[in-house]
Structures are given as structure tokens and as C-alpha cells.
């Protein structure tokens, strides 16, 4: 039975707030390089991140006892029946939904046809810390306002028989509540763009059911919850194997 979720709700939004989404792990609203559920030890020194000068080198064989005890914490029954449960809730959504989704280098991607349209949602997961933001007191007047709660990410529907024929959703996510911040309309030769906060409420109203009918709904909050929690597991998964691999 899927977890309840509450009702899908637009806001109107300021355009263009920030180009960093955050990274979310099982720790919702801490940004995070690992997934930090399988290393306690890494919270204990997360913030601020100091540089230090090691008392002795670790040799491979350390770094490995290591990586293999983290794998195993990773496998470990609870954490392997949670995934578990969360891939057949989220397979359960993209299914109701008519997506398919895909996890990137990057983040996610999930890509549907409804009436001869292919509609493609990207979104990033990227870890803040990778791009940090500048010092407040480097801070424009727009990136003091923004707020961290909120990522980004893009709705484009193409038409399945001109596919250079595209509308872009430039969208923000928080919480529950999906905005659009603006609309880009490009036929392969020229684009215009409109940001939303210039329309009226009707304008608003109506451009937001347009997207919902394209998939982008009551559901698709959560969608991108578990996708994103699942996104950290792949990735951190495959950080061990490939550490591992090289220190053998």
C-alpha cells in the first residue's frame, strides 16, 4: 500500500532562484557526498570540513578493511528490505504514472509518451558542496533570498514528429509543492522564454493543470523523494565497489 501523501499543491514562485539543487540522502534536507546512514562516523565531522594531517599513512589494506565494512552495513538486512520496499513503491508510482525512470551520473530521468508527445522530466542530484555557494557577504541580493529547501528541475515536451519542437518547464520542488518558474517554447530555430511571476493567476492556474496532465501531478513529489533517496544508494554503492576495485 503506497504511503499517503498530501495534496498536490502549486505555488507561485520567484523565477530563476538558484542553479544548485541539493543532494538528498535517507537524511532528508542534509546535503551529503555519502550516504551518511552507512557511516556514522562521517556526520561526526561534516560540518565544517577541515583539512588534517594524518599521524600514518593508511596502507590499502586499510582503506579496504573499511570499504568492505561499509558494504556490509550497506547489506545488512534492514537497509537491504528498505530499498527493497522503496524500488517496489517507486516502480508502483512511475508505473501509475506511465514513467520510466533512470538513474545518471548526474541524477534522475524519468521519460513518457501522451499523445504523441515525449515528455521527459530531468532531475539533478548533485551535492552542494561539490559547487558551493559563495560567502554571504558575496552574496547578490537574489542568491540571500533563496532558499535551501528548494531544487530545481526541468519538464520538456517535445512533439514525437518534430522533437526540435519543444516546451521547457523550468520547475522548483518543496516539499509537496511543485512551481513553474518559466516556460521556454523553441521550434529549432528560434526560442522565447516567459517567466511565470509576470502572468496572471488565471495564466498560473492554468499552465500548472497543463503540466499535471502530463504527468507531473499528485504524485510526483514522492516519485522524486524515493528516486532521490534510491539515487544515493546507487551511486554510494557503486563508490564502493569502484574504491574497493582500486585498492585491491
Not at 178 to 200: A, H
Request: charged share 25%.
Amino acid at each position: 500500500m503506497l504511503a499517503p501523501t498530501r495534496l498536490f499543491s502549486f505555488a507561485r514562485a520567484k523565477p530563476a532562484i538558484t542553479n544548485r539543487p541539493l543532494f538528498f540522502s535517507r537524511n532528508m534536507g542534509t546535503s551529503q557526498v555519502f550516504n551518511s546512514r552507512f557511516s556514522p562516523s562521517l556526520l561526526a565531522t561534516r560540518s565544517p570540513v577541515k583539512t588534517f594531517t594524518p599521524k600514518k599513512h593508511s596502507s590499502n589494506s586499510v582503506v579496504l578493511r573499511y570499504l568492505e565494512e561499509e558494504q556490509e552495513i550497506f547489506d545488512n538486512k534492514d537497509n537491504k528490505e528498505t530499498r527493497e520496499n522503496e524500488t517496489k513503491e517507486l516502480n508502483l508510482l512511475t508505473e501509475q504514472l506511465g514513467f520510466k525512470y533512470n538513474f545518471t551520473l548526474e541524477g534522475v530521468t524519468f521519460e513518457k509518451t501522451v499523445d504523441g508527445e515525449l515528455v521527459s522530466v530531468n532531475y539533478p542530484v548533485v551535492d552542494e558542496e561539490i559547487n558551493p555557494p559563495p560567502p554571504e557577504e558575496e552574496q547578490t541580493e537574489e542568491e540571500q533570498q533563496e532558499d535551501p529547501n528548494q531544487s530545481l528541475f526541468q519538464v520538456s515536451v517535445k512533439k514525437a514528429k518534430n522533437p526540435a519542437h519543444e516546451l521547457l518547464f523550468e520547475c522548483a520542488l518543496e516539499g509537496d509543492t511543485v512551481s513553474i518558474m518559466s516556460i521556454k517554447i523553441s521550434d529549432g530555430k528560434t526560442t522565447t522564454w516567459q517567466p511565470l511571476s509576470e502572468l496572471d493567476e488565471n495564466g498560473i492556474t492554468v499552465l500548472h493543470d497543463f503540466l499535471a496532465s502530463k504527468g507531473v501531478s499528485t504524485d510526483f513529489p514522492r516519485m522524486v523523494s524515493l528516486s532521490r533517496t534510491l539515487w544515493g544508494d546507487h551511486n554510494y554503492e557503486r563508490w564502493l565497489k569502484a574504491f574497493k576495485n582500486f585498492v585491491k
